[in-house]
T-cell receptor
Framework: RKEVEQDPGPFNVPEGATVAFNCTYS??????FFWYRQDCRKEPKLLMS???SGNEDGRFTAQLNRASQYISLLIRDSKLSDSATYLC?????????FGAGTTVTVRA | DTGVSQDPRHKITKRGQNVTFRCDPI?????LYWYRQTLGQGPEFLTY????????KSRLLSDRFSAERPKGSFSTLEIQRTEQGDSAMYLC???????????FGQGTRLTVV
């Protein structure tokens, strides 16, 4: 079983729509959680950390469910510039493990 | 620019040659990671350092791969006797602690022909 699994998508949504997707992780002892964004042929960039109480950053909301071992990301009012691959990242055993990514395409 | 920097950005090499990549982390970051990424996949962990100590190496890292961080600052990743399967993006990242977010360099894209 992979350490971090994501729905690969792609999610094709119109501008202004809401899109949400999940990620599951296998190690219940994982300590910290992140969402990264990666544009084609570029390096991953931190989108947001994910806290136990859930957190919001503008149009982006992240949730963590430790009991079920999943993390979610919700994007409201999608913009064309949100088109990217979103990587779920879990820290366990003091290193970061990445999912394969969820591709989101926002169309005009 | 105080971010993570990697050099070179691109490297084309013939099969069987040795290559070395360099990573300069954010200056106050003690932890440095190397990852490899191929098309359509997430970054795969290769190895990481806490200061100058290499704490873990992935099973992906064969004997042909070696990494160093001699003074706890910059790091190098060397691949000996390159193979076509080594073609990938090699990403370096650094973080302040083992629990905090990591920041990535722009990567070194290796093509083995």
């Amino acid at each position: 079983r992979k350490e971090v699994e994501q729905d690969p998508g792609p999610f094709n949504v119109p501008e202004g729509a809401t899109v949400a997707f999940n990620c599951t992780y296998s190690n219940s002892a994982s300590q910290s959680f992140f969402w990264y964004r990666q544009d084609c042929r570029k390096e991953p960039k931190l989108l947001m950390s994910v806290y136990s109480s859930g957190n919001e950053d503008g149009r982006f909301t992240a949730q963590l469910n430790r009991a079920s071992q999943y993390i979610s990301l919700l994007i409201r009012d999608s913009k064309l510039s949100d088109s990217a691959t979103y990587l779920c990242v879990v820290n366990h055993d003091y290193k970061l493990s990445f999912g394969a990514g969820t591709t989101v395409t926002v169309r005009a | 620019d105080t971010g993570v920097s990697q050099d070179p950005r691109h490297k084309i090499t013939k099969r069987g040659q040795n290559v070395t990549f360099r990573c300069d982390p954010i200056s106050e970051h003690n932890r440095l990671y190397w990852y490899r990424q191929t098309l359509g996949q997430g970054p795969e962990f290769l190895t990481y350092f806490q200061n100058e100590a290499q704490l873990e190496k992935s099973r992906l890292l064969s004997d042909r791969f070696s990494a160093e961080r001699p003074k706890g600052s910059f790091s190098t990743l060397e691949i000996q006797r390159t193979e076509q399967g080594d073609s990938a993006m090699y990403l370096c990242a650094s973080s302040l602690t083992e629990y905090t977010e990591a920041f990535f360099g722009q990567g070194t894209r290796l093509t083995v022909v």
